[in-house]
């Protein structure tokens, strides 16, 4: 059953060659590496970021809220490459003191705010503009509780199945069926609700659904770590329902573009500073 000897010494020694595919970039301290000033655009919003699962969540709702007629939610977005160590830079950490795209400095106001945490983001941007959060207070709770549900949840998917599925230096059966285990259990969660409900809060859509389809959306249609057959996706009709549904927004093919600078060359937008970005 036990695919390892490993045994751990008295004392954790930090070991970077043996990581798996990030060894180069992950470190047991915090902090900057390099002095570097952050660029900065014209609009209120400045977002640093990556077009990974986190990343695509703000940019989707950015998105939206412009497609709404929103111009005060005019944003520039600047490419985060952390395979090149880019958040780790001092202005990304003056941000962002956990290094993690995306970080996000909002200067609408008098004075800047600079925000961590893409479901701190998603809140921020949905109670400021009124949007995409419901307004009553039983809608809002179920809301909020999808949308940590999602920050909660996500890290099983990523760093725990993602990771030993598809980057760990070997494949280990252990924590590999703990963690499909584990999320195959919420992708039931979801279907279940979403067997009763169009979207996360009923028939709104909402930052809940802007959270959550981004990771397990992506599950769905095949599209992070190859997964799909290995966890028989096909299976959650009612999630594949409302993934398909989604995928199909104006706002959120544009959003999934935003500082993506892989994939097909069509749908990478690697910095993003107007809405004419994408026509060209
Ligand atoms: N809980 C955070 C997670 C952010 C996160 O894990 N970002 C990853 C990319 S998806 C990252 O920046 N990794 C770089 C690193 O670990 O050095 C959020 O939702 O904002």
Redesign the pocket.
């Known amino acids: 059953m036990s695919d390892s000897t490993y045994t751990p010494p008295k004392v954790w020694q930090w070991d970077s060659a043996n990581g798996g595919k990030?060894a180069h970039?992950?470190r047991p301290i915090s902090g900057a590496t390099h002095d570097k000033e952050l660029p900065k655009g014209k609009h209120p919003f400045q977002l640093y970021s990556?077009a990974?699962?986190?990343?695509v969540k703000v940019t989707i709702l950015f998105e939206e809220l412009l497609a709404l007629g929103i111009v005060d939610a005019e944003y520039d977005a600047f490419l985060i490459d952390?395979s090149e160590g880019d958040?780790f830079s001092s202005g990304f950490v003056g941000v962002n003191p956990n290094?993690?795209?995306?970080a996000l400095v909002d200067n609408s106001g008098d004075k800047s705010i600079c925000i961590?945490?893409?479901?701190a983001m998603l809140l921020h941007l949905a109670e400021k503009f009124d949007a995409f959060i419901p307004k009553d207070s039983a809608g809002r709770a179920q809301c909020l509780s999808w949308l940590f549900w999602q920050?909660g949840s996500g890290p099983y998917l990523g760093g725990g199945f993602g990771h030993f599925y598809a980057y760990a230096p070997e494949k280990f059966e252990y924590p590999i069926n703990r963690f499909a285990m584990e999320v195959k259990r919420q992708l039931d969660v979801l279907d279940k609700h979403l067997a009763n409900n169009r979207y996360m809060c009923g028939d709104q859509y909402t930052i809940a659904d802007i959270a959550i389809w981004p990771w397990y959306g992506a599950l769905m249609l095949n599209k992070m770590y190859e997964a799909a057959e290995f966890l028989q996706v096909h299976e959650y009709k009612n999630l594949s329902r409302w993934t398909n549904e989604i995928n199909e927004r104006e706002a959120v093919i544009r959003g999934r573009m935003v500082n993506r600078n892989w994939g097909d060359e069509d749908e990478q937008l690697p910095e993003r500073h107007s809405s004419e970005d994408f026509d060209r």
Do not use: W
């Open positions: 990030f970039i992950n990556l990974t699962p986190n990343g952390i958040q290094s993690k795209i995306p961590f945490e893409s479901g920050m």
